[in-house]
């Protein structure tokens, strides 16, 4: 657990570092499974559920492959 938190802060680290949100939620899982996972959510004041807990599959937008590699490639950058 205590590497998974480590983990989890790292890329939190990294996330704020390409994309500067105001705040960042974290949301950890476990409960289907036999592992645990982190979600981070940049959230932006006046964006989309600021104030509120975020949606698992809110449907709003889908990037293509292009631009989730694009993101990710950010993300390992700054890690």
Same mark, same amino acid.
């Given at each position: 657990?205590?590497?998974? +938190? /480590?983990?989890? /802060?790292? /890329? $939190?680290?990294?996330?704020? $570092?390409?994309?500067?949100? %105001?705040? +960042?939620?974290?949301?950890?899982?476990?409960?289907?499974?036999?592992? +645990?996972?982190?979600?981070?959510?940049?959230?932006?004041?006046?964006?989309? %559920?600021?104030?509120?807990?975020?949606?698992?599959?809110?449907?709003?937008?889908?990037?293509?492959?292009?631009?989730?590699?694009?993101?990710?490639?950010?993300?390992?950058? /700054?890690?």
């Amino acid at each position: 657990m205590q590497c998974a +938190l /480590a983990e989890s /802060a790292r /890329a $939190a680290k990294a996330i704020h $570092a390409v994309f500067h949100p %105001e705040k +960042l939620n974290y949301g950890a899982y476990g409960d289907t499974g036999c592992h +645990l996972h982190v979600h981070l959510v940049p959230k932006y004041r006046d964006g989309f %559920e600021w104030g509120g807990v975020f949606a698992m599959n809110p449907g709003q937008k889908k990037l293509s492959e292009s631009e989730y590699a694009e993101m990710a490639e950010k993300i390992r950058a /700054a890690l």
